[in-house]
T-cell receptor
Framework: AQSVTQPDIHITVSEGASLELRCNYS??????LFWYVQSPGQGLQLLLK??????LVQGIKGFEAEFKRSQSSFNLRKPSVHWSDAAEYFC?????????????FGQGTTLQVKP | DAGVTQSPTHLIKTRGQQVTLRCSPK?????VSWYQQALGQGPQFIFQ???????QRGNFPDRFSGHQFPNYSSELNVNALLLGDSALYLC?????????????FGPGTRLLVL
């Protein structure tokens, strides 16, 4: 079955510290991979995406993610967290097919930033 | 460039009632997807509309139906509301150009069923 697992439900880091949010997926083939961020009461904002090519992708707000096929992972990283990064982060996968536009999301990781 | 817009922002209904939620896609987009996000959960795919037809459907009952208009805007209808339908309903738009359909999300409609 297709699924996305975000093992960490809640993470707290100090402002200025580095961050890594984990994402593992189960899929029949290499999917498209996305990270979205959701601030309280808001919709989802796309941080970055992986379709093909370089497995290290850069996104907005200083975020990056690395696709590791052997580990079925797509972890999100940021070298120095800012207080404004506190939000909920979702990893999602989509099929490499024109017949389906469904995205499968993980349960999300809530990031808290300590001053 | 207007992003995805949704209306209303909040809605309160009672069990058994019907509700209609509306979505206007990002300029230039022709495909609309709907997701349900329960509290503390990730979004769950309801269905997707392209060329005014339902293209794919998730694991939701027939009480959930939709429509897409010629201008690409879309409606989500839910009949016979249940308490469990309380959630944030998200609309996402994309452009069916090849295989890479990045979905951009609206702010959502928060539905409370009493």
């Amino acid at each position: 079955a297709q699924s996305v697992t975000q093992p960490d439900i809640h993470i707290t880091v100090s402002e200025g510290a580095s961050l890594e949010l984990r994402c593992n997926y189960s899929y029949g083939a290499t999917p498209y991979l996305f990270w979205y961020v959701q601030s309280p009461g808001q919709g989802l904002q796309l941080l970055l995406k992986y379709f093909s090519g370089d497995t290290l992708v850069q996104g907005i707000k200083g975020f990056e993610a690395e696709f590791k096929r052997s580990q079925s992972s797509f972890n999100l990283r940021k070298p120095s967290v800012h207080w404004s990064d506190a939000a909920e982060y979702f990893c999602a996968v989509g099929a490499r097919s024109s017949n389906t536009g469904k995205l499968i999301f993980g349960q999300g990781t809530t990031l808290q930033v300590k001053p | 460039d207007a992003g995805v817009t949704q209306s209303p922002t909040h809605l309160i209904k009672t069990r058994g009632q019907q509700v209609t939620l509306r979505c206007s896609p990002k300029s230039g987009h022709d495909t609309v997807s709907w997701y349900q996000q329960a509290l503390g959960q990730g979004p769950q795919f309801i269905f997707q509309y392209y060329e005014e037809e339902e293209r794919q459907r998730g694991n939701f009952p027939d009480r959930f139906s939709g429509h897409q208009f010629p201008n690409y805007s879309s409606e989500l209808n839910v009949n016979a509301l249940l308490l469990g339908d309380s959630a944030l309903y998200l609309c996402a738009s994309s452009l069916k150009a090849g295989l890479q359909e990045t979905q951009y999300f609206g702010p959502g409609t928060r539905l409370l069923v009493l």
